[in-house]
């Protein structure tokens, strides 16, 4: 009553001290965010900087920079898109197993083994693909070759190490599909039960009820579960540098021995070995990952506003 | 269109717990049918059992038989999902797919049965099922907006019209006024008015009032105490339910004794 009433600028709404304890520690930590963020990016520009206009001769590349980061950006987002493709759908069907099609005590452990997935090191992974996969895969590159090498993608020649990007992005699906699979749950299982008893009772089967209730509801959702996936893809490092045997090539070719490289794994194998400018030319593509990274977010929000009255939140 | 619904000594069950017991009801064809009594007597759960959408529960399961125009609801060449595109429902609360435009809200049980039609066709539809819903002139210029954006009375009229669009045998309605105001309640019993015409309506309500306005017969549903199933005490037409009913326990209800 008193607030509304008396419009004196002097007499101030109780203040609890819980409220401002609270209040302080969450402000706080959402300044951390933007402060760790910023200091990156001013890290990445301040120090990339010189790379960045660095004359050929004075780094070991010996190219300019952005013929030196070209191929290493189509790498990255060849390799990470490759990924995803493989990773998001078999995300979205082990999620609406486990949430709608599975008894509930299977759908949980099964989710619970799922959720393992993403405790393995990516050191493993990349110790896996080499030793294991890419063997296994060298066979049915060869048969891609034969069959479909008519298709700029499986041209060829083949691979005999099987250490090719399609392996790389293999393993990636693999490393992003519990992250992906994880969020899609949560959100399918959120799903208004009205909305699903709406479908049922207009006559849907189960998979209808999935696309007429829980997809769209979900759909904001599996975007962002998708874009989490794509940033872990695209900051990846460990599993790459040790699958890709790499050749800084720009080729949509994903089956043959020459392939891209990838920035992380780029700045992991060489920045050992780098000093002087080339070190700041390392950081420069650092930051050139940093800014696709940032630009894929973007453009994943921007998807999902675009629809906003649609989305079930009103 | 419309078909009778002849239920005999129905038991329904969620696992082991028996929830409702030897329910004997006939309904007739292009009539309404309320279901009235206490919380918890069965009155939503019987309702489900007629389109079969208490199975959406796991462990649910019934007994006896309940016969549409003869054919056996529970035959076990029967899908539930047949079941549920003849006989249409509306819920409690107002359901309209949140993603999608009134326009696409009636038409979705269309899109289910994954006919392929012509946008006149369509047009025609909507608008036909918008009319009988008393919808139509209210959203006939916004029919690409999501149908979230409507009223709570014109998203139950929207949940009607999508009901309907489909022409099913049977509407069974769940408490359809219960999250409305006394406005748009009265339109929408207006509307069951005018349905009965072309569909056998069931109703389940909880206020009585409402039993006496827009029903042909009334069922009167009660339990006898906590964990014990609930039974089909009486039914009747509504007059008599409302004015010389034949149980004590129907009498107490209707005056508002209990319940």
Redesign the interface.
Known sequence: MSTSTAPDARTKPVQRPGDRVFFGLSYGAALLILLTLAGVAIFLTVEGIPGITASPDEVKSGERFLPYVGPLVFGTLLAAVIAMIIAVPVAIGVALFISHYAPRRLGATFGYIIDLLAAVPSVVYGAWGIAFLAGQMVPIYQWLEDNLGFIPLFAGPASATGRTIFTVAIVLALMILPIVTAICREIFLQTPRLHQEAALALGATRWEMARLAIFPYARSGIVSAAMLGLGRALGETMAVAMVLSASGVVTFNLISPTNPSTIAANIALSFPEASGLSVNALIASGLVLFVITFVVNFAARAIVDRRKEFSGAN | MAKSIDVSDLDIFYGDFLAVEGVTIPIAARSVTAFIGPSGCGKSTFLRSL?R?HE?I?GARVDGKVLIDGEDLYGSDMDP??????I??V?Q?P???????IYDNVL??QK??SKRMKKAESDEIVERSLRSAGLWAEVKDRLNR?G??LSGGQQQRL?IA??IS?QPEVLLMDEPCSALDPISTSIIEDLIHELKTEYTIVIVTHNMQQAARVSDETAFFNLSGVGKPGKLVEVGRTEKIFSNPEDPATEAYIQGRFG
């Open positions: 389109n959408m959406v796991p999902v047949n079941v549920r595109r003849m249409g429902m819920f609360r359901n309209p797919f949140p993603t999608m435009s979705a049980g289910l049965n999501p979230s954006g949940c999508r009901a489909v």
